[in-house]
């Protein structure tokens, strides 16, 4: 006897209201409006995968339109032809409604694809800018230049330092005033800021030998108040020369020759005798001012002469505490501050514009 079940029309019709139900979203996708303010890519994507799932939760094989196929044959005979045609009617419309959502979709993903990675070819195009050197690095890497022609070579150092390598090499006794903390940075841990890159030069000569020539370009820090002309971080740059019968010609014609390879071949330079406690004798050297040619202007405050930085024979206690020895080998040591140096070469009025990073005043060297 066939088992008793309930009305078969009634569930193909249930089947089919829940087909219709949970179908209705995927119709409001048309390429047409994948260029307008439409469903996003994303949306049409996550909607695939949605009607990929929809597909096997009715055609599959433990689908509700599966469980109605295999109600056929369960039927009175005289049933089954017409209830038959009916799911067969309803499976190739949930089919071909099935497949014509997906072409529908995969057209309005590639349309909206298509979209989202458009280049209008006929706008103008959006230049990179270009970022350049700053005034100071075009300075320093300008000195290098020349001293490396000259045989030097570039050095580079810590810019905290042990009181050794900030004042003992460098013949700074405990009692000297640059030891002061009014005057120097110092560290919770006793170190110090280097006040200048002469402590470069001790690291130098303690790793080679002479004869040596070498410059340390860097950033120094003093307690000084901010102006016009003086900054608590600067940078400075100094050289050293260590070989046998140096002697303060050889100076006067390294600094010389480095001057005119900087300002021109015409400028002159001058020594003025002063005190530094890592060099004896020291010296002040000026230059002849670049933009009079030394008859006197506002630039040189009238004198024809332009201060460009210290110099002297290298003290021979500074030598000892590396220990060269002094009755072989001599050398010469100078300093000079490259913001000055900018500030000279830029007509600048005040080095703080160095720092400021004030984009309308940087571009200017570009």
């Given at each position: 006897?066939?088992?008793e079940?309930?009305?078969p029309?009634?569930?193909?019709?249930?089947?089919?209201?829940?087909f219709?139900?949970e179908?209705?979203?995927?119709?409001?996708?048309?390429?047409?409006?994948?260029?307008s303010?439409?469903?996003?890519?994303?949306?049409?994507e996550?909607?695939?995968?949605?009607?990929?799932?929809?597909?096997?939760?009715?055609?599959?094989?433990?689908?509700?339109?599966?469980?109605?196929?295999?109600m056929?044959?369960?039927?009175?005979?005289?049933?089954?032809?017409?209830?038959g045609?009916?799911?067969?009617q309803?499976?190739?419309?949930?089919?071909?409604?099935?497949?014509?959502?997906?072409?529908r979709?995969k057209?309005?993903?590639?349309?909206?694809?298509?979209?989202?990675?458009?280049?209008?070819?006929?706008?103008p195009?959006r230049r990179?800018?270009?970022?350049h050197?700053?005034?100071i690095t075009?300075?320093?890497?300008?000195?290098?230049?020349?001293?490396?022609?000259?045989?030097?070579?570039v050095?580079?150092?810590?810019?905290?330092?042990?009181?050794?390598?900030?004042?003992?090499?460098?013949?700074?006794?405990?009692?000297?005033?640059a030891?002061?903390?009014?005057?120097?940075f110092?560290?919770?841990d006793?170190?110090a800021l280097?006040?200048?890159t002469?402590?470069v030069?001790?690291?130098a000569?303690?790793?080679?030998?002479?004869?040596?020539?070498v410059?340390?370009?860097?950033?120094?820090?003093?307690?000084?108040?901010?102006?016009?002309?003086?900054?608590?971080?600067?940078y400075?740059?100094?050289?050293?020369?260590?070989?046998?019968?140096?002697?303060?010609?050889?100076?006067?014609?390294?600094?010389?020759?480095?001057?005119?390879?900087m300002?021109?071949p015409?400028?002159r330079?001058?020594?003025?005798?002063?005190?530094?406690?890592?060099t004896?004798?020291?010296?002040e050297?000026?230059?002849?001012?670049?933009?009079?040619?030394?008859?006197g202007?506002?630039?040189?405050?009238?004198?024809?002469?332009?201060?460009?930085?210290?110099?002297?024979?290298?003290?021979?206690?500074?030598?000892?505490?590396?220990d060269?020895?002094?009755?072989?080998?001599?050398?010469?040591?100078?300093?000079?501050g490259?913001?000055?140096?900018c500030?000279l070469?830029?007509?600048?009025?005040?080095?703080r514009?160095?720092?400021?990073?004030?984009?309308?005043?940087?571009?200017?060297?570009?």
């Amino acid at each position: 006897m066939t088992p008793e079940i309930s009305d078969p029309k009634e569930q193909l019709e249930a089947v089919r209201e829940a087909f219709e139900r949970e179908f209705e979203r995927f119709g409001s996708f048309r390429p047409e409006d994948a260029n307008s303010a439409g469903p996003s890519l994303a949306e049409a994507e996550m909607n695939l995968r949605a009607l990929a799932e929809l597909r096997t939760r009715h055609t599959g094989r433990k689908s509700a339109l599966a469980g109605l196929k295999k109600m056929i044959g369960r039927l009175a005979p005289e049933e089954r032809a017409a209830f038959g045609q009916s799911v067969q009617q309803l499976e190739s419309k949930i089919l071909a409604g099935l497949d014509e959502a997906e072409s529908r979709l995969k057209a309005y993903a590639d349309t909206a694809r298509i979209e989202r990675e458009r280049v209008d070819v006929s706008l103008p195009g959006r230049r990179p800018r270009r970022g350049h050197l700053h005034p100071i690095t075009i300075m320093r890497q300008r000195i290098e230049d020349i001293f490396v022609a000259m045989g030097y070579t570039v050095e580079d150092g810590p810019e905290i330092e042990t009181d050794f390598y900030n004042f003992d090499a460098l013949n700074i006794p405990p009692t000297h005033p640059a030891r002061s903390a009014q005057d120097t940075f110092y560290t919770s841990d006793g170190l110090a800021l280097r006040s200048q890159t002469s402590t470069v030069q001790i690291h130098a000569m303690q790793r080679r030998r002479p004869p040596l020539r070498v410059i340390a370009p860097g950033k120094v820090f003093r307690r000084d108040t901010p102006d016009a002309t003086h900054n608590p971080m600067f940078y400075q740059v100094e050289g050293l020369l260590v070989d046998r019968h140096v002697t303060m010609a050889h100076l006067k014609g390294t600094v010389s020759e480095f001057v005119r390879r900087m300002f021109g071949p015409t400028t002159r330079t001058r020594f003025r005798p002063s005190y530094f406690p890592f060099t004896e004798p020291s010296a002040e050297f000026d230059f002849s001012c670049f933009k009079c040619g030394g008859t006197g202007c506002a630039l040189c405050k009238g004198s024809g002469w332009i201060e460009l930085g210290g110099s002297g024979m290298v003290h021979p206690n500074v030598l000892r505490s590396v220990d060269i020895d002094t009755d072989e080998f001599s050398g010469f040591a100078f300093g000079l501050g490259i913001d000055r140096m900018c500030a000279l070469m830029y007509n600048l009025d005040d080095i703080r514009l160095l720092f400021e990073n004030d984009i309308r005043f940087l571009e200017q060297f570009n």
